[in-house]
C-alpha cells in the first residue's frame, strides 16, 4: 500500500503569498491531519479533517485553512505568509476508530 | 506550557546494548502514548504505542512502558543497532474522541557501532 504522499516537496515564497499544500492519505484513511514543525516548537497540531469536515483545530491563526475532499484528499492553505511560517508542514493519516497516524514525507516551506 | 516533556535532548548508547528513552507527561486527560521515529528530511515512522489501560507494550525490539502514577514513559531498545540512530518523538491524545497529538521535542539517538 502506497503511504502518505504531500506536494509539494520544498517551497521558496516570499512575506505577504500566499501557499497551498496538498496531501494525499494511505487508501483507505479518511482522517487527515497537518503538523508544523519548527525548531523552536516542535511538532504543533494545526487541524484535523474527516469526511471533508474539520474535527479538531490547533492554536494557530486564521491565516491557516484547509479542507478535505470527497476522496480524502487534503489541502492546507497559509495565507499572507510571515517570516516564522518557515517550517516543516506533515501530514497525516489514520484509519477511522484507530488511533495510529501515519506520516508522510512533509512539505519544507522557506518564507524571505 | 509543555505538556509532553522529553528532558534528554541526546543519548548515546553502543551498538548491541539497551537505549532507553524517557518521556514526562502533565496532563492526566492523556490515554493514549505513541513513540515516533524520524529520520532528518523525512516524515516521522510509527514505532509502538500504549493505552493507559497497560503499563507494557513490546514489539520485537522495541518495549514501551507506562507508569501512570508517575505520568512517566520510557522506550526501550534492545538490541540497540546503528540503523536506530535517529530523533525519537514521545507523543499523546487526550482522548474524548480527540486525535490531536501532543509531541515531546524528541530526543536524538546515537548508537556508536
Known amino acids: 500500500k502506497a503511504g502518505v504522499t504531500q506536494t509539494p516537496r520544498y517551497l521558496i515564497k516570499t512575506r505577504g503569498q500566499q501557499v497551498t499544500l496538498s496531501c494525499s492519505p494511505i487508501?483507505?484513511?479518511?482522517?487527515v491531519s497537518w503538523y508544523q514543525q519548527t525548531p523552536g516548537q516542535g511538532l504543533q497540531f494545526l487541524f484535523e479533517y474527516f469526511s471533508e469536515t474539520q474535527r479538531n483545530k490547533g492554536n494557530f491563526p486564521g491565516r491557516f485553512s484547509g479542507r478535505q475532499f470527497s476522496n480524502s484528499r487534503s489541502e492546507m492553505n497559509v495565507s499572507t505568509l510571515e517570516l516564522g511560517d518557515s517550517a516543516l508542514y506533515l501530514c497525516?493519516?489514520?484509519?477511522?476508530?484507530?488511533?495510529?497516524?501515519?506520516f508522510g514525507p512533509g512539505t519544507r516551506l522557506l518564507v524571505l | 506550557d509543555q505538556q509532553v516533556k522529553q528532558n534528554s535532548p541526546s543519548l548515546s548508547v553502543q551498538e548491541g546494548r539497551i537505549s532507553i528513552l524517557n518521556c514526562d507527561y502533565t496532563n492526566s486527560m492523556f490515554d493514549y502514548f505513541l513513540w515516533y521515529k524520524k529520520y532528518p528530511a523525512e516524515g516521522p515512522t510509527f514505532l509502538i504505542s500504549i493505552s493507559s489501560i497497560k503499563d507494557k507494550n513490546e514489539d520485537g525490539r522495541f518495549t514501551v512502558f507506562l507508569n501512570k502514577s508517575a505520568k512517566h514513559l520510557s522506550l526501550h531498545i534492545v538490541p540497540s543497532q546503528p540503523g536506530d540512530s535517529a530523533v525519537y518523538f514521545c507523543a499523546a491524545y487526550s482522548g474524548a474522541g480527540s486525535y490531536q497529538l501532543t509531541f515531546g521535542k524528541g530526543t536524538k539517538l546515537s548508537v556508536i557501532p
Open positions: 487508501s483507505g484513511h479518511r482522517s
Open positions: 497525516a493519516s489514520r484509519v477511522a476508530r484507530k488511533e495510529t497516524q501515519y
